[in-house]
């Protein structure tokens, strides 16, 4: 696939005239709240294009002029978002063909999920008679900050019985990320997720019943997207393996995949096909075909995102070994654990390095009985001023790959200033550095919170933070394999420092 | 071992006088913290036995006289709680015996952890004169509510740079899980944790290098605890197999353990041995130990958390088979994939329950399209009485041991209706339930909170979820090979009703 290709996706994003198709001011139905998200993005200016209702039995809906058809709308006609029951649907794809439409969101369901495959062949059909691309059917489509393209049916408040209004269905910040789903629901429970975590997205496409346009495709469009720069990716079957091979392998040479494959289980995959109609088939062949193309795999919904985040903030690592530095034994231990579990390894320093800690240890700037010969164990004695020259002292050993930081704020002696230290310290490399803070009261949340700002991924368990250090070292180690590594951590660190 | 025995270490929660020996004025020191915590818990009426501070520099403390050795404390002593540098201990210990001391806190570190191992074996050789039980040393003591004993010298409040005082160490509300931990700063954050999270605690035991009182003698002590329902256990190692093979055979037959062992690796078990100079063993020999005595092994600090919550709330479950309740099809598959993980099954439902399912989509109760053979998915047409139904429904086949229920609440027309209901539904079954609800902003969090307070532990992830579960299927199916679970069940679900 050539990039004129993935171009003509970007019609999806970036539409000069859209109509909603089944709009209405009926404010349950899902053509409601997604005219009403276009309507209100035009009006605060954010979404530039001209906008269409289209409804036989309306004269306008939130003061825009109502359409019967999308025949009669007079101007050109980028995108239709089409929000009517299934059987219509053909109809309207014809009268898109007739409207020389460029592409389609078909966000109702009653196809394939539910048996009627038939009946999506024929839109499909009708579609490629006029090149028409489709996302969907059964989708939630594109929310797309930048442009006010947000087609999400789902509310974004709700009322409780109380009467009180509450936040359900948050759109994150803008961010480097970009989420790819096959699966709606949990698309905007990634949404949730990544708002209340302060974690932004470039970009979000559910594809449900992916008729036309592929999850591959997507993958391909967002290569050459440049405010994604990390691309999470749930699906529960893989269209055309080949296709995706191919994709996957060009895009992960210069963008990391993360891909959450759900229907790993055989009580999974009956699940899954029952769910979009998806044909799971083997997980080792899934596991297999992410190995080979470069896509790291999470276990999880939680190392999902977590390793999203990683990569999002820091540069992959080179090698599998990694420095500890904690403050607290046991929570060090439990990270080292973890590391090994995964595949990576905590060896002892060179002896250049352990030389040098303990002259440190000697000149008092230590504890006289931290542990030194990694991981690194300040003792509760740690002040602000030691995880510096530490963590310092660690990135210059050769050995070390790559650092986890435990900073348990718990200790008498540490406040808050080693954040930035640490933080000025890890620009001066090229290694990767995540932290880990356990705790959900204030100073944990305050903590963790401080070092996301500063860029350095952090996480509430130190399991977590190993977890998300083997996404780095997994995609920093592909990379070296191809020759890429060095290209890649160089405009990593050039676009981190300009942030 | 017998109560009596057990009944010995009653004196570490429910002394009638304590001694903080190396109390001071200083605000930054140990000393300082631990007796202020005394102090004011006796000023609030909490703490009701007679409070002396022990420093030769000092008049009085806080208003309270001091006294220049505990030898001139004029009442009987119950319990001292040492703060004073290593090397004094051995002095402070002569003395206890004389004063006839039942037991002490030794929170000093410099012993066994730096390999001042002679040192320690000399205070446990004068403790032993006059049968002076002691905790530690390098540990933080103990922690409980009730009585007001709180030696965690680590501050509850930290001022940052902007001025502003934050929560830093806070402690949990009173509740049913014991936290039994060899390191205390993983003691601490675990308190942050339980704190933010709402989940209650009975009591806190911090051990570190346990001299004398084991981790297995307080599993023993719990076991006659009224107030622990759940014990969560943290070590690096144990010390004495026998012995905690024997009681933790014991203790299983009542109450839950769950145990997380750091040092699993072997780059763990060797920073392990220079944290609490613990020698960690072969982590094969723990897995069969625990496994042999029904203690539950968490794989990782979430999990650990996750298992003793969903243990505290809910029944254990008599066999292996989950039914998935879900309006999310994503997250069910999600849900089923982690249990099929973990050795649990999602088996199709019994042809009754089956065709009950059938009756209702033909009666318009359910979506007509609602997958309904296990896992059950409600779709986005969900409602809050749906739930009601099905979980009833699935509550009822008696092939079902437990359920999951994911209530996405993105889902336009689900409220927070369905919580109570489910809540009602539930109690009128033995078996257990558990939920999740994924997002980080205002909705879940209610959501989740909500379940929680009615007794149903709610979980951030599918596979969360999964994981509580399975504590519960593994605790069940333990008990049930000891035929012991048809009392347990009986007894915890008469003390559920009850509160």
Redesign the interface.
């Known amino acids: 696939m050539v990039m004129q290709e993935a171009d003509r996706l970007d019609v999806f994003f970036n539409p000069r005239s859209v109509a909603v198709i089944g709009a209405t001011k009926k404010i ?1 139905k ?1 053509g409601h709240v997604i005219f009403k998200n276009f309507a209100y993005n035009k009006t605060r200016g954010v979404f530039k294009g001209a906008l269409y209702p289209v409804n036989p039995n309306e004269e306008s809906i939130l003061g825009f002029k109502c359409y019967s058809s999308i025949t009669e709308i007079p101007d050109e006609l980028d995108l239709i978002v089409v929000v009517v029951p299934a059987r219509i649907v053909p109809t309207i794809m014809e009268e898109a063909v007739t409207k020389k439409v460029k592409a389609a969101i078909i966000i109702s ?1 009653g196809f394939k ?2 048996g009627n495959g038939e009946l999506e062949e024929q839109i499909v059909a009708i579609a490629r008679k006029a090149g028409i691309r489709i996302l969907g059917p059964n989708c939630l489509g594109v929310y797309y900050q930048r442009t006010g393209v947000d087609t999400l ?3 974004e408040t ?1 009322i ?2 109380t009467g009180d209004e ?5 759109r994150p910040m803008v961010g480097d990320i970009a989420i790819v ?6 698309g ?3 949404l ?2 990544l ?3 302060q974690i932004g997205i470039s970009k979000f496409v559910s594809f449900g019943n992916k008729c036309d346009v592929t999850e591959s495709e997507m993958l391909h469009y967002l290569l050459y997207d440049e405010e994604t720069r990390v691309i999470l990716l ?1 699906v ?1 079957d893989i269209k055309y393996g080949r296709q995706f091979l191919n994709i996957a392998k060009e895009v992960t040479l210069k963008k990391p995949i993360i891909a ?1 494959k ?7 995959a009956r ?2 096909a ?3 109609g998806a044909i799971a088939g083997s997980d080792r062949i899934y596991d297999a075909a992410f190995e080979q193309s470069g896509v790291i795999r999470a276990r ?3 190392e999902f995102f977590d390793m999203g985040k990683a990569l999002a903030m820091q540069p992959p690592a080179l090698g599998r070994n990694i420095g ?1 530095l904690t ?8 990270a ?6 995964n595949g990576l ?3 002892r320093f060179s002896e250049e390095t352990l030389q040098r800690f303990q002259k440190l240890k000697d000149e008092g700037v230590l504890p006289k ?1 931290a ?1 030194t ?1 990694n ?1 690194v ?1 300040l003792t ?1 004695s740690v002040t602000d001023d030691m995880y510096e020259v530490a963590v310092d002292l660690m990135f210059q050993d050769p050995s070390v790959d790559g650092i986890i930081l435990l900073g ?6 540490l ?3 080693y954040i930035e230290s640490v933080a000025q310290v890890a620009n001066k490399y090229s290694k990767p550095i995540v932290m880990c803070d ?7 949340l ?1 903590t963790r919170s401080k070092f996301d700002k500063l860029g350095i991924p952090a996480y ?5 933070a190993a977890r998300a250090m083997k996404a780095l070292v997994n995609y920093g180690v592909y990379l070296k394999k191809r020759h890429m590594a060095e290209d890649y951590i160089v405009k990593f660190l050039k676009k981190k420092r300009q942030a």
Not at 262 to 267: E, P
Not at 327 to 334: F, L, Q, R, S
Request: aromatic share 6%; with cysteine; proline share 7%.
């Open positions: 349950d899902a369901s999920e539910i049916f789902l509310p709700k409780l019985t509450v936040i359900a269905t948050p789903t096959q699966s709606g629901a949990f905007v429970a990634a949730d997720f708002a209340g975590r749930y529960e959450l759900a229907g790993r289980s055989s009580a999974g699940a899954a029952s769910h979009t999880d919904m939680e500890v403050d607290a034994g046991g929570p060090g231990i439990m080292v654990d973890e590391c090994e579990s390894t905590v060896e009985f542990a010969s991981p164990d509760g348990l704020h718990h200790l008498p002696a406040r808050e200033k356990i705790g959900e009261t204030e100073m944990a305050y509430p368990s130190p399991e977590d």
